[in-house]
């Protein structure tokens, strides 16, 4: 029901944007977020960006250079990657909740609905 798409093979310093869209679901009043995993590490919170789009957060290590948004009357969700360091290099998952996940959205059992993943390599 959630389709990551975007992934691939850049360079350090290079963009890449993200896609997160959803079929057979509207995603209007949900809370979204990205996660990315690393080869042999947990799945770590990177975004998430409330149903209105008001409220946007962010992880450290991304702050400042990924940007996260939403088109609600296109269904889907973004995740803007600049200046790409090879830190970055993981699996990345969109997910989709409807509870209210302000106090919980760096949790990733806090959402409903998970993406299939998109590998994001960046190479030195």
């Known amino acids: 029901q959630l389709q990551a798409s975007g992934g691939g093979l850049v360079q350090a310093g290079d963009s890449l944007r993200l896609s997160c869209a959803a079929s057979?679901?509207?995603?209007?009043?949900?809370?979204m977020g990205w996660f990315r995993q690393a080869p042999g590490k947990e799945r770590d919170f990177v975004a998430a960006i409330s149903w209105t789009g008001s409220r946007l957060y962010y992880a450290d290590s991304v702050k400042g250079r990924f940007t996260i948004s939403r088109d609600n009357a296109k269904n889907t969700a973004y995740l803007q990657m600049n200046s790409l360091k090879p830190e970055d290099t993981a699996v990345y998952y969109c997910?989709?909740?409807?509870?209210?996940?302000?106090?919980?959205?760096?949790?990733?059992?806090?959402?409903?609905?998970w993406g299939q993943g998109t590998l994001v390599t960046v190479s030195s």
């Open positions: 997910a989709a909740t409807r509870s209210d996940w302000s106090a919980s959205y760096r949790i990733s059992n806090t959402y409903d609905y």
């Open positions: 057979g679901r509207i995603l209007s009043n949900y809370g």
